[in-house]
C-alpha cells in the first residue's frame, strides 16, 4: 500500500457520508421531492455543547469534498483545502466543519442522474429546478440530522456565500456568525446573460436530448464543455489572464488555422474537457438557475435593506477589487442593507489581482482576517 | 478575547476625552479607526455598537483580530453606506488634517451622526508660530512629520476651525485643549497642541 504523505495542516484522509431524508421536500418552483439524500463530508469534531459547527456550502462546480484526501485518490484535494484545516484559517481543531453537496448535484445527493423514485430511471429531465432557498432548507435537514441546532458560522464563497447570506434569513436563530465572500445579493443582467449562453451551449448540444441524456447513453459534452470555458472567462481577471497566459502561441508561429494558436485557448480547452467529464450538464443547468433567482431582496419590492431584517447572525463580507462577475460594489450593496439592520458586520474589499476566483486564492491579509474573525468566535 | 478592557495609548490623550463624551450603549461611528483600539475600548467600557471605517490593509486585520466591526472604504468617497442621524457619535481622532476634502467629510459626519467629535493638532501651538516665525514648517510631539514627508495637508488652527464651524452652521457643544495630555483653559489658541470638540447641527 502506498503511504501517502500529507502536510501536518491537512485534515488527512477523509470520506463521504450520506443522510438520508425521508419526509417531502416542498421546492421554491411548488414541486416536491418525496425523499432525497444528501452526500456530505466533516472535518473536526462536535463538542459537547455542539455549538462549534460550521457549515461550508459549495459554489458552482465544486462539492461537499471541501478538505483533505481521498484514500483511493489521494491526488483529490478539497477544494477549499487552503482554508480549512488544523491550524488553517477555519481551524478544525477548534470547529467541526461541515461540506455538503447541494440538491440537485452530481457528486452524491440526490440530483438529475439519482434513480426517479417512481419509474426507476435516472431523473435527468424530470428532476426539479432547485433554488438556494431549497438548498438551504435541505441542509437544515442536516443540520437536525447531525444534531446541530446553531451553527456557530456558515461560511461561503460566490454562489456558497448566496447560501450563507440565506441561511440567515431562512433560519435567523440558527446561524451565530456568516462570511459573505465574493457575493452579490442578486445576479445582474451581466451575470445571467453569461449564465444564459452557457445554458444553451448544453440545451443545443444534439446529445443532450432533452435531459434525458443517460437513457441514450450519451452526454452532451461539447455543450458542458462550452458552458464550462464561458464561465471559466468570467472566474478570471483580465490582467490575470494576461499574466498567466500573454499572448503566447503555442506552436511558436501563427498556425493560420483553427486548432489552438494562443495559449489561453488551449487552457480553455481544458479546463473544459476536464469539466465534461467530470460534471453532470442537468446539474450545471441547475445551479445556473439558482444563481440566476437568486435574489432575497424580491420579495420586498426591490428593497435590500427590508430583505436582510429577519437576519440575526454576525457577518463578515469580502470582496475582491479585480472580481468584475461579482463586483465589491455588489458587496456594499449587502454591507449597506446590514447596516441599516443595525447588524454587527465587518467588511474586507481586498485590492487582488485573480477575479472573481480570488476568494480561493492564498492571499495572506484574506486568509488572515478570516483566521482573526474565527478565532473571535466564542464556542 | 482578552479580559481586560482595551487601554488607550498613552500618547493618544484625545482619545480619553473623546471616550468619556460618548454615552453607554450609544451608536458610534469611527472614520479612520486605525487599529480598533477606540472602538473597543468604548464597547468593554461602554457598551456601545460601534463601526470603524479604515482603508488601510493592516489596520483593518487588526480591527478584525481585535473584535470591533470594521469596514474597509476610503473616506473621501464619503459616508454613503450610512443613512441620515443613524449614529449618536461620529468621530474623526487627528485625521481631519490629512483629508483632502475637509469640508465635505465634516458635512457627511453631520449629515450621518446626532453629534461629531473631532481632534486634530493645533498649528496655532506658540511651537509652531515660532518654528514658523523661525523660518521653518513646524516639526513637534502633535505635528511630528517633516514637511516632505507628511500625510498632513490641512493643518489649521481653533480659530481656523471655529471660523469653518460657523460657515457649516455648526454648534459647538464642548471643546477641550490639550497640552502634554493636560488641559489648557488660558490663551488655548496659542498654548494647545492638541484639540477635541464636539459638535452637531442643532
Not at chain 1, 146 to 164: K, P, Y
Not at chain 1, 341 to 362: K, Q, T, W
Given at each position: ?131 438556494v432557498e431549497d438548498w438551504v432548507a435541505a441542509q437544515a435537514r442536516l443540520a437536525d440530522f447531525l444534531g446541530i441546532d446553531c451553527f456557530a458560522a456558515v461560511m461561503g464563497g460566490s454562489l456558497g456565500a448566496m447560501q450563507a447570506l440565506q441561511w440567515t434569513l431562512s433560519f435567523p436563530q440558527r446561524v451565530r456568525h456568516a462570511l459573505v465572500i465574493a457575493a452579490t445579493p ?180 484574506y486568509l488572515g482576517a478570516v483566521r482573526a474573525y474565527f478565532e473571535n468566535i466564542a464556542l | 478575547m482578552n479580559s481586560a478592557p482595551a487601554l488607550l495609548p498613552a500618547r493618544r490623550p ?189
Amino acid at each position: 500500500m502506498n503511504t501517502v504523505l500529507l502536510p501536518q495542516d491537512s485534515v488527512g484522509v477523509v470520506s463521504e457520508q450520506r443522510a438520508q431524508f425521508d419526509v417531502p421536500l416542498h421546492l421554491s418552483s411548488g414541486g416536491v421531492l418525496p425523499r432525497f439524500e444528501l452526500a456530505y463530508e466533516t472535518y473536526g469534531t462536535l463538542n459537547a455543547a455542539r455549538s462549534n459547527a460550521v457549515l461550508v456550502p459549495h459554489a458552482l462546480n465544486a462539492s461537499h469534498h471541501v478538505a483533505g484526501v481521498y484514500a483511493h485518490t489521494p491526488q483529490n484535494v478539497g477544494w477549499w483545502d487552503n482554508m480549512v484545516g488544523p491550524g488553517k484559517p477555519l481551524d478544525t481543531r477548534r470547529f467541526f466543519v461541515i461540506g455538503v453537496n447541494n440538491l440537485g448535484g452530481c457528486h452524491g445527493s440526490t440530483g438529475p442522474i439519482s434513480m426517479h423514485p417512481s419509474s426507476g430511471q435516472p431523473w435527468g429531465g424530470d428532476f426539479p429546478v432547485v433554488t438556494v432557498e431549497d438548498w438551504v432548507a435541505a441542509q437544515a435537514r442536516l443540520a437536525d440530522f447531525l444534531g446541530i441546532d446553531c451553527f456557530a458560522a456558515v461560511m461561503g464563497g460566490s454562489l456558497g456565500a448566496m447560501q450563507a447570506l440565506q441561511w440567515t434569513l431562512s433560519f435567523p436563530q440558527r446561524v451565530r456568525h456568516a462570511l459573505v465572500i465574493a457575493a452579490t445579493p442578486q445576479l445582474s443582467a451581466q451575470n445571467i446573460a453569461f449564465n444564459e449562453v452557457a445554458r444553451q451551449a448544453i440545451v443545443t448540444d444534439p446529445d443532450f436530448h432533452g435531459g434525458h441524456y443517460y437513457a441514450h447513453g450519451v452526454v452532451p459534452r461539447r455543450g458542458l464543455r462550452l458552458a464550462r470555458m464561458i464561465g471559466h472567462i468570467t472566474y478570471l481577471s483580465d490582467d490575470a489572464m494576461m499574466e498567466k497566459f500573454g499572448r503566447v502561441l503555442r506552436r511558436g508561429t501563427p498556425g493560420y488555422d483553427f486548432d489552438i494558436d494562443f495559449e489561453v485557448e488551449s487552457y480553455l480547452r481544458h479546463q473544459g474537457d476536464k469539466f465534461a467529464g467530470v460534471f453532470d450538464a442537468n446539474t450545471y443547468l441547475r445551479i445556473t438557475k439558482a444563481l440566476d433567482y437568486f435574489d432575497p431582496a424580491a420579495a420586498h419590492g426591490g428593497d435590500l435593506t427590508a430583505a436582510l431584517a429577519p437576519s440575526r447572525a454576525n457577518f463578515f463580507v469580502a470582496s475582491f477589487t479585480s472580481d468584475w462577475r461579482f463586483a465589491p460594489s455588489r458587496s456594499r450593496e449587502i454591507v449597506r442593507a446590514l447596516l441599516d439592520n443595525r447588524r454587527a458586520v465587518s467588511y474586507l474589499e481586498i485590492d487582488a489581482p485573480h477575479g472573481h476566483d480570488a476568494f480561493l486564492m492564498d492571499d495572506p491579509r484574506y486568509l488572515g482576517a478570516v483566521r482573526a474573525y474565527f478565532e473571535n468566535i466564542a464556542l | 478575547m482578552n479580559s481586560a478592557p482595551a487601554l488607550l495609548p498613552a500618547r493618544r490623550p484625545d482619545l480619553e476625552a473623546i471616550a468619556r463624551w460618548v454615552k453607554p450603549q450609544s451608536r458610534v461611528l469611527d472614520l479612520g479607526c486605525g487599529d480598533g483600539t477606540l472602538l473597543r475600548h468604548l464597547w468593554e467600557t461602554r457598551a456601545v455598537h460601534g463601526y470603524g471605517i479604515e482603508i488601510d490593509d493592516a489596520k483593518v486585520l487588526a480591527c478584525v483580530q481585535n473584535d470591533v466591526n470594521v469596514l474597509q472604504m476610503n473616506l473621501e468617497s464619503g459616508l454613503s453606506a450610512f443613512k441620515d442621524a443613524s449614529f449618536d457619535y461620529v468621530i474623526l481622532s487627528q485625521t481631519l488634517q490629512a483629508v483632502r476634502h475637509t469640508e465635505s467629510i465634516l458635512r457627511e459626519m453631520l449629515r450621518v451622526g446626532r453629534e461629531v467629535i473631532v481632534s486634530f493638532p493645533n498649528f496655532g501651538h506658540w511651537n509652531a508660530r515660532l518654528q514658523v516665525l523661525a523660518g521653518r514648517m513646524p516639526v513637534s510631539t502633535s505635528l511630528p512629520y517633516v514637511w516632505y514627508d507628511t500625510p498632513n495637508i490641512h493643518l489649521c488652527t481653533l480659530d481656523d476651525f471655529e471660523s469653518l464651524a460657523k460657515t457649516l452652521g455648526v454648534r459647538i457643544g464642548e471643546r477641550l485643549v490639550l497640552h502634554d495630555g493636560k488641559a489648557v483653559h488660558m490663551l488655548p489658541n496659542l498654548r494647545g497642541s492638541l484639540v477635541v470638540y464636539r459638535m452637531s447641527t442643532h
